[in-house]
């Protein structure tokens, strides 16, 4: 038992004296450099504008290639948006000229006239100006004599 009794006494303490790290220990130690001066280094300098210098191209390059990236991605869109208005148009177009076939249909035209009251022209009373000719030449100007006649 006095083995025993005599671990039971040693266990207390050995945990106790366990390692559990370093202790927080800050010592205050004061440096004076005042007296100190940068030694320009031309090499170093040289060196850091050749580096600023690649950096900016790098900058650049890459800044050219975003913008192009981009001018084409928007002339996409754009595109993509007149071809909707160009088709869009293109049915637009059609219905105008089913709707101006039908109001050019002859006997539309006759059936209105007659509605209204209106007869078929008389031979004669009918001048084509489409039959004259050439389009791109002068024409000149000409007065018919009227011929009226009174009937009583």
């Given at each position: 038992m006095?083995?025993?009794v005599?671990?039971?006494a040693?266990t207390?303490?050995r945990?106790?004296?366990?390692?559990l790290?370093?202790?927080?220990?800050?010592?205050r130690k004061?440096?004076?450099?005042?007296r100190?001066?940068?030694?320009?280094?031309?090499?170093?300098?040289?060196e850091?504008?050749?580096f600023s210098a690649?950096?900016?191209?790098l900058f650049?390059?890459?800044?050219?290639?975003?913008?192009?990236?981009?001018?084409?991605?928007?002339?996409?869109y754009?595109?993509e948006?007149l071809?909707?208005?160009?088709?869009g148009l293109?049915?637009?177009?059609?219905?105008?000229?089913?709707?101006e076939?039908?109001?050019?249909?002859?006997?539309r035209?006759?059936?209105?006239a007659?509605?209204?009251?209106?007869q078929?022209?008389?031979?004669?009373?009918v001048?084509?100006?489409d039959?004259?000719?050439?389009v791109?030449?002068?024409v000149m100007?000409?007065?018919?004599?009227v011929?009226v006649v009174?009937?009583?």
């Amino acid at each position: 038992m006095s083995a025993a009794v005599a671990m039971q006494a040693i266990t207390p303490d050995r945990r106790k004296s366990c390692w559990l790290g370093t202790p927080e220990i800050y010592f205050r130690k004061s440096i004076d450099n005042s007296r100190l001066v940068k030694v320009e280094d031309p090499r170093r300098e040289r060196e850091m504008r050749i580096f600023s210098a690649a950096l900016v191209c790098l900058f650049l390059l890459v800044m050219a290639y975003a913008l192009q990236h981009f001018r084409a991605i928007e002339y996409g869109y754009r595109i993509e948006t007149l071809r909707a208005q160009r088709d869009g148009l293109g049915g637009m177009n059609q219905a105008l000229q089913l709707e101006e076939s039908s109001l050019r249909d002859p006997e539309r035209i006759d059936a209105l006239a007659r509605k209204l009251g209106l007869q078929s022209p008389d031979p004669g009373q009918v001048i084509r100006m489409d039959a004259a000719g050439d389009v791109g030449s002068p024409v000149m100007a000409s007065a018919t004599p009227v011929a009226v006649v009174s009937v009583r």
